[in-house]
């Protein structure tokens, strides 16, 4: 059973604050990952994609790789109350079909 | 660029009835398109990848015969939920595949 986890939190910051996400994967020969918010009823919107290990920036959003300790994170600098959500990680093992498999998701609130 | 639609977004039925749910890429083409299901506070999970011209794939302990997948265009794919149960009730999404999987705003679907 391939597996991705999450821990569920809630993980709660202060407004301005980082918000540090954590997630780690079962299958060594995982190649692709991604970072999904979601809002409560709505469907999950993508924030980032990582493939290779090291780091990857897009504005606020740092998703970071360790593929040797099977680790992805994704760090929410200057966390704005409107990055309250869950945050789905989400992980594809088969690159031909290339179906995802998500963690269960941590929910962030971030305090005004 | 890249949106899903999902139609209904919202349906309510009684217990035995049948309801089909489309999927739709508006502004591409996808050869793959995947329907997941989540249940209130559980992450997504994967109920089968639809394939353009040919059968769908179901995962492991999801019934293809009561979990209908029609892949008939490049740009729609229809889920239909036959005889449908209570325990049917949740939260479907679609999403359709090009560099990365985007998804449709889902389907909450309740079964009386």
Known sequence: ?112 | GAVVSQHPSRVICKSGTSVKIECRSLDFQATTMFWYRQFPKQSLMLMATSNEGSKATYEQGVEKDKFLINHASLTLSTLTVTSAHPEDSSFYICSALTDTQYFGPGTRLTVL
Do not use: H
């Open chain 1, 1 to 112: 059973q391939k597996e991705v986890e999450q821990n569920s939190g809630p993980l709660s910051v202060p407004e301005g604050a980082i918000a540090s996400l954590n997630c780690t994967y079962s299958d060594r020969g995982s190649q692709s990952f991604f970072w999904y918010r979601q809002y409560s009823g709505k469907s999950p919107e993508l924030i980032m994609s990582i493939y290779s290990n090291g780091d990857k920036e897009d504005g606020r959003f740092t998703a970071q790789l360790n593929k040797a300790s099977q680790y992805v994170s994704l760090l929410i600098r200057d966390s704005q109350p409107s990055d309250s959500a869950t945050y789905l990680c989400a992980v594809n093992w088969d690159t031909g079909r290339r179906a995802l498999t998500f963690g269960s998701g941590t929910r962030l609130q971030v305090q005004p």
